[in-house]
């Protein structure tokens, strides 16, 4: 049967228990934060791919890697090595996407994610996002990158529980602004459903994929909801190798956008 054009499906490839987990929403934000993330654990903690997301609002693309065609939007799940004492870790769970969902999808998208989340009793949902802070003059010259140490995380919670556990006591409370796309969606339904949201709100360039931000947030959410924690040691490195790799991507679509902007059919990646 058709899907509606605002349809959203989740589509299991591999069924694993998630009971528990944490869920990292991956779908591209200012700086590219949240697909740097969601892409670093992927790759760190060698998680596999559980399923797909489907809407006919989504591109009509196949990212190919390695010879492999991928979907535009993909589950994966995986856990951080046990500890010495041979205690179990964290499951997590990613959604990540290369990909702007169009705007009349984001409300459909983020609550048929949080359908699925509370249905694999999973534990709670974290939104990385980047936050755009108006720099200081310069005198003219260009502003500098801030170092790692320079770049702050703000944090929102969707319930007062977590934001006593979470936010309070570990990050400066985000407490006026707005937050728009997914993560905006995704907290306002948390509120709702009483259900914990955490966006984690990093100082970032919005111009370019920013993996100072990135990495900071993974720095976060190694500090204070994994168990058992990441190695810290590559994580900037293999921030930076995932930004090189999302700018080529990113590229790729402009440079495809430009040579179909007389197809109807055509639907660019980036603006």
């Not at 670093?40 to 989504?58: C, H, N, R």
């Amino acid at each position: 049967m058709p899907m509606a054009p605002d349809q959203v499906r989740i589509y299991e490839i591999k069924r694993v228990d998630v009971e528990g987990a944490i869920v990292i929403d991956g779908f591209p934000s200012v700086g590219l934060v949240s697909s740097i993330v969601a892409n670093y654990l992927i790759d760190t903690l060698d998680m596999e791919q559980i399923g797909i997301v489907e809407s006919p609002a989504f591109p009509t693309v196949s990212l190919v890697r390695n010879g492999n065609p991928q979907h535009p939007v993909r589950i994966y799940a995986g856990r951080p090595p046990a500890d010495r004492a041979g205690r179990g870790a964290d499951k997590i769970v990613a959604f990540v996407s290369e990909f702007h969902p169009a705007p009349t999808i984001i409300h459909p998208l983020a609550t048929t994610i949080l359908d699925w989340v509370q249905e694999q009793r999973c534990s709670l949902l974290v939104s990385p996002e980047g936050l755009v802070v108006e720099a200081a003059p310069t005198s003219g010259r260009p502003p500098r990158a801030p170092r790692l140490n320079d770049v702050k995380v703000y944090g929102v919670a969707s319930t007062r529980k977590a934001r006593d556990l979470y936010i309070e006591p570990n990050m400066i409370p985000f407490v006026e602004g707005v937050i728009t796309g997914i993560a905006g969606v995704l907290l306002n339904e948390g509120r709702r459903r009483g259900f914990d949201v955490l966006t984690f709100l990093a100082e970032a360039q919005s111009d370019y994929p920013d993996a100072r931000a990135a990495a900071k947030v993974i720095e976060t959410i190694n500090r204070i909801l994994l168990r058992t924690p990441l190695d810290p040691v590559p994580l900037y490195a293999e921030a930076e190798r995932i930004e090189q790799q999302l700018l080529s991507i990113q590229r790729h679509a402009a440079d495809r956008t430009r040579a179909e902007t007389a197809t109807p059919q055509s639907q660019p990646m980036y603006r």
